[in-house]
């Protein structure tokens, strides 16, 4: 029995408040990798990313009824005042309540690599975007006032220590003089100390009389202007500092640095870049000491995929470099097609050491791999017709509100109606209002179901998970957020989950064996439309373990290793993978068939590669049926003596018959072995040797020529060749 065909391919909604959710849940730094071949989807489901976490924002904050309540977002004179004082007079304490504020706000700035492709250092646009983005949100005079009295190098330096006390402010002091006071007490006295002099003082100097008592007076003058010259001058510092940092701010700084080359060359550039970002993150800090709520800035990069390759690399460095720290307040979206990414991180010059490829480059960076699966024949349906109809695409800058956005939509916007000249379309415009309604979760109850599903990682007693479990902490960060993705996009498509123990064990086996589950994928699916081709083939039904279809295409995989052997090389230890499936955990293809509407941690590319070989070995196949040749699993369960019969067939000379017995050339050595061997063996003339070789390996040769690295990088896009040497 054939399987079912899933159609019903979640909508870019769900996965969009899948991944929302999920990123409301874990702890920062992380950097997700968004995964699409589709630049417009990524697009979609970034701005719904957005809705949905601002969305979640607004709940907390509702759902909030303590006090203090967090501080309006909006501008005001008062928190502007409260906002400077605090800068100038205070310091934040870091104390367990304010270190554990459960209401947030999220900050995304959009980086388009594309608008910065011109910059000889990209990652130096990056930060520069951040820090313009920072100084809109929160005001430049007060990141000024930041700079300048409040952030101090050495003090961060220092580990951060939580105090138990209730208050979050302490003042600065100078002695045991708070310094507000001081200055207070300054002022009060200066004004008592002024005014007299101002009224009666100046009068006596008039006078041309020199005597003792106007000589007095001229005195305690000066020294009372010495006295108020001293603060008058701190202040005049004061505002020169600041409108030096509010006129020549870090992003003229950074460009300076780009321009000089031997400041560049040096590193020092990512020295003060490295500076400036421990700066930002520090005055978020005081910012969420000040709004009582935890601040998030989601970085959202896209269009990386379309630069150089070394400038690539260079971004993903910086990612991993600068906004990664352990108290970095920084969520990265990395929203790319994987496949083309790889293949430009490959091409960079002394990108990767030997042993490496472009994945584990990638792997060292991403904590959240979310891989968005094709379009479903009815989204592909809904995009071509709204398409044919002249509806335009919506613009990258649309304003947000509460509504969210699919790639079905995108097509489906008027266009503006100012635009007179604009093209009859080709069928009559529809409205399209349908919007996406959120599902109503018990977000407790799937807590407690993700909670489950992760008590089977590390229970010794209850799974047998945790053997499986790599022992890099880069991949257990992944199977933790995966697990929440997967377990939020069942419950959002109201699925029944299955056990939690299974969802925990898919997304360790993708996770570790993604080349090995890649391949059973392309089976599955490449079974299913040859039943659709031909109802006589017997495709894998539900029932059937995916072990099984593994084991029975395993020596195809074998026959193509020289091709895919990068992709093997990420798959872990291939004698775990069979006790995994055929012990622990027996899934079927049925199960298959219903986690891959879930599945988000599989980079697709690996299978969009398997395809292409398993495409040409179709070819092959080909040839073979058309010069009526023995096919590989034949021939690889003959023996010499079946290879004599077909030989004899073939009606070739005894002799060759002789030595095939003699040398005991069996099925596996003629598919395995090389084939200038075997004809040196046999020592057959040109013509027998084609005859032979048509009838037991088919039209094209069983082992490739040699090529050249360029040739073979520009074929083989998941073959990483790196131009330096490193790497194969």
Known sequence: ?????????????????????????????????????????????????????????????????????????????????????????????????????????YLFVRFSAWHFAGSDLLWAGLVMQLSKALQHSFGKLQLALFRIVQYDEEEDARKKMIEDIPKNWRSK????????????????????????????????????????????????????????????????????????????????????????????????????????????????????????????????????????????VGVLDAINILLSDDESPFISVLAVDPEVLVRQVQQAEDCLRKRNTAYDFLDRIITLPFTVPPLSDTSKSSVFENIVRGQSEIPEEIPLETRVFSVEDEYSERCDETKEDQEMPLIAKKANNETFAVAELNLEDVDRFIESAFSFIFSKDTSKLNKYLSGDTMSMRRVINSIRVTIMIMETRKLEPPHPEKIAAWVVLLDRWPCRVSWILQCVEDDQQSYEIDDSFCAADATKTIWEVFNYNSLELCMIEHAVENFLERDGDPELFEIFLRKDFKFTVGELEMFKLCTVNLNYSIKKELARVRGRRRLRRAGRNAFQSISSRTLMNMNPEDICQEMSKLSLPEKYLETVRTNFIDGRTILFGDPKDIRQVLQMTLGEWMTFKFHFLGVMPSSRPAQPQSHLAATNPGVVICPSGHGR
């Open 1 to 105: 029995m054939a399987i079912e065909k899933v159609t019903d391919i979640p909508s870019d909604n769900v996965y969009a408040y899948a991944l929302s959710k999920t990123l409301t849940k874990v702890s920062s730094p992380v950097t997700v990798g968004l995964y699409s071949e589709c630049h417009n989807r990524i697009n979609m489901l970034l701005k719904n990313i957005e809705v949905h976490m601002n969305q979640e924002g607004k709940r907390r904050e509702e759902k909030y009824t303590k006090e203090p309540k967090p501080r309006s977002v909006k501008p005001s004179i008062s928190n502007l005042l409260s906002l400077i004082f605090r800068l100038i007079f205070c310091r934040p304490v870091w104390t367990e309540q304010n270190q554990s504020m459960k209401n947030i706000r």
């Open 173 to 312: 002091k100078l002695g045991c003089i708070p310094i507000w006071a001081l200055i207070l007490m300054t002022f009060i006295g200066s004004l008592l100390i002024l005014v007299p002099l101002i009224i009666f003082g100046f009068s006596y100097l008039k006078g041309d009389q020199q005597n003792e008592e106007s000589s007095s007076y001229g005195v305690i003058e000066g020294f009372a202007i010495t006295a108020l010259g001293v603060p008058a001058v701190a202040a005049l510092r004061f505002i020169i500092l600041l409108l030096k940092n509010l006129i020549l701010n870090q992003d003229l700084k950074i460009r300076q640095g780009l321009d000089n080359k031997k400041v560049s060359e040096q590193l020092g550039l990512m020295h003060e870049v490295r500076k400036e970002m421990r700066l930002l993150c520090c005055f978020i800090f005081f910012m969420e000491i000040f709004e009582r709520r935890r601040i998030r800035v989601v970085l959202e990069i896209t269009n990386l995929d379309r630069c150089t390759p070394k400038k690539i």
